[in-house]
């Protein structure tokens, strides 16, 4: 069974399929094609799409990494593993010290060392404490698509040299630093409980809209694929200069918002 519910179509053959998003890793896929034979071997799961010659391809549902196992880290894996996809998740040491976390408040997510999970990962969530980003280590991530769900809040998190730069968003920063990786910025803009809480199948009139940041348009739109897959309609900013209204104090920030009064405020901001 699919994520959505749906039972898969039967599968006739297979035909090998090398996933060419730059975000996703090269990887020998398949293609299921309809029939009336019994499906065998059924694949890991997939996102279908419609190609010239009518049939359906198959490529790679991403691979997750989430680092940080406070409160936000495991509400976001908890949601992704629910969706369908492969979570591995992980804290700053010894995954054991982690274990009991994941098995109560995740299960099916791996608890892993953060290296090898981020090895292993297409996208990387960083929800660590904004405060320990100045120690995080950019080689870590190097590389990878990473979807910073931190916010600078001096209330909350002391005065941050580092993020004081008014003129510029969090995400701008985090970037910046992390320069051998492409940012996305998303989920920081809702209380963790409302990952649980919020969360609706495509076409609920109450379905939530979060915004989606990056300077990368396919980086962006891999990321929209999976907040939209957790169940959020997504709007998408073009840049993450952009997403600064997704900040603490932004236009958005804490709002429980429907897409078409989601996009309102985002024409406000810009007018």
């Not at 749906?6 to 996933?19: D, H, Q």
Request: glycine letters at 8%.
């Amino acid at each position: 069974m699919l994520s959505d519910g749906r039972e898969p179509s039967p599968v006739v053959g297979f035909v090998a399929y090398s996933c060419k998003c730059k975000y996703l890793m090269p990887t020998r896929l398949t293609m299921q094609l309809s029939g009336n034979g019994p499906a065998r071997n059924r694949a890991l799961p997939v996102v279908e799409l419609a190609s010239d010659q009518g049939t359906e391809q198959a490529r790679p549902w991403p691979r997750i990494a989430v680092l940080g196992a406070g409160h936000s880290g495991p509400a976001i894996a908890r949601a992704a593993v629910e969706a369908g996809y492969q979570v591995a998740i992980a804290a700053s040491g010894d995954p054991e010290r982690i274990s009991l976390i994941a098995q109560v408040l995740v299960p099916g997510a791996e608890p892993r060392w953060a290296a090898d999970a981020v090895a292993d990962a297409d996208v990387v969530i960083l929800a660590i404490p904004i405060h320990k980003f100045a120690a995080f280590d950019p080689a870590l991530v190097a590389g990878k698509l990473v979807v910073d769900v931190m916010n600078y809040w001096p209330p909350v998190d002391g005065v941050q040299a580092m993020f004081e730069d008014r003129q510029r968003g969090s995400s701008d920063i985090v970037q910046e630093r992390l320069a051998e990786s492409t940012v996305v910025k998303t989920l920081n803009h809702l209380g963790y409980h409302e990952l649980d809480e919020q969360r609706r199948p495509e076409g609920s009139p109450e379905r939530r809209a979060l915004g989606v940041a990056g300077d990368d348009p396919e980086a962006v739109e891999v990321v929209a694929e999976i907040i939209e897959r957790i169940g959020f309609d997504t709007v998408r900013l073009d840049s993450l200069r952009a997403g600064r209204l997704l900040d603490a104090g932004g236009a958005v920030f804490g709002a429980s918002l429907r897409r078409a009064e989601f996009e309102r405020a985002v024409r406000a901001e810009a007018a």
